[in-house]
């Protein structure tokens, strides 16, 4: 029996990106341009118009982001993915409710179909939320999952029943928009020397 693996250090996140032949600034970039075109939706778009937005951009970013020498588009049984043959892992991008939260195992906001069931056969397991046996053997399946808040993870689930059933390993992704924000603010920051004035009385 193996515990599903979460990691969310720093030094753990950009050391399992790397062996997944990824890289965080990348996920990161794909998470920004889906955020970004979800920002897009109005009230006169359809209900579902923000979700749309975000998975088509966050689809293209990952593609346009990685497909190259490794990274390979994919749209075996239907679903609109990127592999790397050599590791056999393919990703998939996936709007999800709640993202990068101990206490709440993400699911997709649309169903997934036949076609993602299969794609991740390779990730099933006995139905336990917390351990389960090694998954089988052959191409491991991740998806980026983005929430409506803007968090973002690297996770391999098993999909049953048009949703996520169970979770091998979670990749929480950080979410270092401030720090870059600040970090800014602070290099394009002036040394002032503060001027001390009486005020004048009346």
């Keep these: ?38 920002a897009n939706a109005t009230d ?25 020498d490794e990274w390979k588009k994919d749209t075996e049984n239907g679903v609109e993915a ?29 169903k997934k179909g036949a076609g993602a069931e299969r794609a991740c056969m390779g990730n099933l397991f006995g139905n ?13 399946t991740y998806y980026i999952m983005l929430d409506p808040e803007g968090r973002a993870e690297l996770t391999r689930p098993v999909v049953k029943g048009n949703t996520f059933i169970q979770w091998i390993e979670r990749i929480y992704l950080p979410d270092n928009a401030g720090e870059e924000e600040a970090k800014h603010v602070i290099e394009d920051a002036v040394d002032l020397d503060p001027v001390v004035a009486r005020k004048a009385r009346k």
């Design 44 to 68: 006169f778009h359809p209900a579902n118009a923000a979700g749309t937005f975000a998975y088509q951009q966050g689809t293209w970013a990952m593609r346009d982001e990685f497909v190259g």
């Design 82 to 110: 990127i592999r790397n043959d050599e590791i056999k892992v393919k990703v998939i991008f996936t709007n999800v409710d709640i993202a990068c939260n101990d206490f709440h195992y993400p699911k997709p906001r649309s």
């Design 1 to 38: 029996m193996i515990e599903t693996k979460v990691c969310q250090e720093s030094h753990d996140v950009k050391r399992r990106i790397s062996e997944l032949r990824l890289t965080l600034k990348g996920l990161n970039r794909v998470r920004d341009v889906a955020i970004g075109a979800s």
């Design 128 to 140: 336990l939320p917390t351990y389960a046996p090694k998954p089988q053997e052959g191409w491991a």
